[in-house]
């Protein structure tokens, strides 16, 4: 079965300081991953796709597949990057598709 | 676009009482979704429209029924409301072709309170 680990409930870094959220998967298949991130009490918008390889807001991800990781980094944290990040992973095939999320890491930057 | 639409917001409910949630997408997305949201546990998937005329159960149905109106509607049901089912809802959509990627849009979430 699918899943997807956050380790960490709660983040909290100092404004300029580097910052790593870790997401670990278990899945069978091709994974697809995403990075959603919720501010607060506002809707989830997606972050990154690890199939775009790009960089957001400054916030970049590896699909590790040998780790089973994807961790979201960015290496100077911003107060305005406050808010819940979720991982989630895409599964199925045809057109059920489907994501699985991490239960969130609560990231909190500090002046 | 608006994108994902929920209506409504916020909603207090006792226990017993019915409700619907409506959600509707104009980016002529085939797939439609509810989550529930709860502290600690994430987004957990209640139901699923892979398209038009289907829809399937999530990880979470028990308590809740849903209905594909059409390509844009998908509506949740609460039949007879318990205070286990106070949560933020949230409806997505995601576009046919999972070759341009499959991440959902979602809505902005609808915060219910069952008393």
């Known amino acids: 079965a699918q899943r997807v680990t956050q380790p960490e409930k709660l983040l909290s870094v100092f404004k300029g300081a580097p910052v790593e959220l870790k997401c670990n998967y278990s899945y069978s298949g091709s994974p697809e991953l995403f990075w959603y991130v919720q501010y607060s009490r506002q809707r989830l918008q997606l972050l990154l796709r690890h199939i775009s390889r790009e960089s957001i807001k400054g916030f970049t991800a590896d699909l590790n597949k040998g780790e089973t990781s994807f961790h979201l980094k960015k290496p100077f944290a911003q107060e305005e990057d406050s808010a819940m990040y979720y991982c989630a992973l895409s599964w199925g095939g045809g057109s059920n598709y489907k994501l699985t999320f991490g239960k969130g890491t609560l990231l909190t930057v500090n002046p | 676009n608006a994108g994902v639409t929920q209506t409504p917001k916020f909603q207090v409910l006792k226990t017993g009482q019915s409700m619907t949630l409506q959600c509707a997408q104009d980016m002529n997305h085939n797939s439609m979704y509810w989550y529930r949201q709860d502290p600690g546990m994430g987004l957990r998937l209640i139901y699923y429209?892979?398209?038009?005329?289907?829809?399937d159960k999530g990880e979470v149905p028990n308590g809740y029924n849903v209905s594909r109106l059409n390509k844009r509607e998908f509506s949740l049901r609460l039949e007879s409301a318990a205070p286990s089912q106070t949560s933020v809802y949230f409806c997505?959509?995601?576009?046919?072709?999972?070759?341009?990627?499959?991440?959902?849009?979602f809505g902005p979430g609808t915060r219910l309170t069952v008393l």
């Open positions: 997505a959509s995601k576009r046919r072709d999972a070759s341009l990627g499959n991440e959902q849009f």
């Open positions: 429209s892979a398209s038009e005329g289907t829809t």
